[in-house]
């Protein structure tokens, strides 16, 4: 699964991310340390103009039959292989996928002392995309909650060391297939939901304060001297 997340980029970063003017990307506090029901940045097309927008969406996915947005809390992660049957992705699937941008996503590595935090990056340190669903909830008194959920696939050589899940991370010139709304649904799980290459990425150990919500800094993201070798990894 893919249970915390760091959206620390710059806003300037994740506009050239997605190849946006640098107007579209809202400013926003750095994150180091998202855990679900957090806002956290994500691209869609608006449900109405069908424009390409960057906006919060709240981590936790909430179908829009839910009686009440406590669901969303077992809705942080839907897994690639059961999108179109599953009640609660399937619609979203169809009509609503987004993109969330990531410096990085932590795993945990079972050892004989617990669990191991590790972070995951790309190589070269720049922003990733996750793939995303989203969904709008209306309550009965009318109030509104936009939500997401981060589809995860197999796991690559790298993360398969700390977890049998991880997210689907696209490659940018799959950004407009997977937002396009009409995308044929059968090539976007088999083309697009797959493990990200190993060898652009990179993992070391930080520190068990990310197990906390609490916590979020940039020392969340430094690697531990007395853990990390460049040869693990």
Not at 65 to 78: E, F, H, Q, V
Request: hydrophobic share 40%; proline share 11%.
């Amino acid at each position: 699964m893919c249970g915390r997340f760091s959206q620390a980029s710059s806003p300037e970063a994740i506009a050239e991310l997605f190849h946006l003017p640098i107007e579209a990307a809202p400013a926003f506090r750095p994150r180091y340390n998202l855990a679900p029901t957090q806002p956290a940045l994500a691209l869609r097309r608006h449900p109405h103009s069908g424009r390409k927008e960057l906006t919060f969406l709240t981590w936790g996915l909430i179908p829009a039959w839910a009686k009440d947005p406590t669901m969303g809390s077992r809705l942080i992660n839907a897994r690639a292989e059961t999108l179109a049957e599953k009640p609660a992705f399937r619609a979203a699937f169809r009509r609503r996928r987004c993109l969330i941008p990531a410096d990085g996503f932590y795993e945990w590595r079972k050892t004989g002392a617990g669990k191991q935090p590790y972070f995951i990056a790309r190589k070269d340190g720049r922003p990733m995309a996750l793939a995303g669903l989203w969904e709008h909830w209306e309550s009965p008194d009318g109030s509104v909650i936009e939500s997401f959920t981060i589809i995860t696939t197999e796991p690559n050589e790298l993360v398969s060391a700390l977890h049998d899940r991880m997210p689907a991370i696209l490659p940018e010139d799959a950004f407009e297939l997977w937002l396009a709304p009409d995308a044929d649904l059968n090539a976007l799980r088999e083309l697009l939901l797959t493990p990200y290459p190993a060898a652009m990425l990179k993992a070391w150990p930080v520190s068990g304060l990310v197990n906390s919500p609490a916590n979020d800094d940039p020392g969340l993201i430094e690697p531990l001297p007395q853990l990390f070798s460049p040869d693990d990894f």
